[in-house]
């Protein structure tokens, strides 16, 4: 019973192109994230969706842009893949009422761009 | 601006010392403030959280932390070390005022605990 999943695990591709990283969470959460960890192990959000709709959006290149298709997806699409969007990527979800402000992390993807 | 400062990159403790792994916060108000481990090719995994009340608190697999308001710290602690405590440690405060769900990592500090 994986809490929050994400596919692919691994993914190799070479610049210019679009790919997607998809997310799942069984958690019943109402919020979601993407965050990325670069090679030096630092951890940064980049996008938070509560119930669907973005609340967070960091910085980012619009290059990226995550759908919420529902409450249990978070899916993340990037556009012409630069050498710097080499990274881990993780997805999180969290039900931030309350005592359970906990995020639950899925495995990540380590995105390899060539 | 808000920040999470782990000033240590590695902490090294022998096998049955206790270990300590440091975290300061510059955030306004009262944030919740958490303590996540992430093991080699994993995910990050939850050890424990401070929302509200005594200042010591207990997590998983043996670790508490210690909140300190006037110093604004919440370091880690581990009575006596195991050699599979070693992993990468990440603080995270969320701040209460913001109106959204972020999180503010600090940069990590891996833990080496030798046999």
């Known amino acids: 019973d994986t809490a929050v999943s994400q596919t692919p695990k691994y993914l190799v591709t070479q610049m210019g192109n679009d790919k997607s990283i998809k997310c799942e969470q069984n958690l019943g959460h109402d919020t979601m994230y993407w965050y990325k960890q670069d090679s030096k192990k630092f951890l940064k959000i980049m996008f938070s969706y509560n119930n669907k709709e973005l609340i967070i959006n960091e910085t980012v290149p619009n290059r990226f842009s995550p759908k919420s298709p529902d409450k249990a997806h978070l899916n993340l699409h990037i556009n012409s893949l630069e050498l710097g969007d080499s990274a881990v990527y993780f997805c999180?979800?969290?039900?931030?009422?309350?005592?359970?402000?906990?995020?639950?992390f899925g495995p990540g993807t380590r995105l390899t761009v060539l | 601006a808000q920040s999470v400062a782990q000033p240590e990159d590695q902490v090294n403790v022998a096998e049955g010392n206790p270990l300590t792994v440091k975290c300061t916060y510059s955030?306004?108000?009262?944030?919740?403030l958490f303590w996540y481990v992430q093991y080699p090719n994993r995910g990050l995994q939850f050890l424990l959280k401070?929302?509200?009340?005594?200042?010591l608190v207990k997590g998983s697999y043996g670790f508490e932390a210690e909140f300190n308001k006037s110093q604004t710290s919440f370091h880690l602690k581990k009575p006596s070390a195991l050699v599979s405590d070693s992993a990468l440690y990440f603080c995270?405060?969320?701040?209460?005022?913001?109106?959204?769900?972020?999180?503010?990592f600090g940069t990590g500090t891996r833990l080496k605990v030798l046999a």
């Open positions: 995270a405060v969320r701040p209460l005022t913001s109106g959204t769900y972020k999180y503010i």
């Open positions: 401070y929302i509200t009340g005594d200042n």
């Open positions: 955030v306004s108000g009262n944030p919740y």
């Open positions: 999180a979800s969290s039900l931030p009422s309350g005592n359970t402000d906990t995020q639950y």
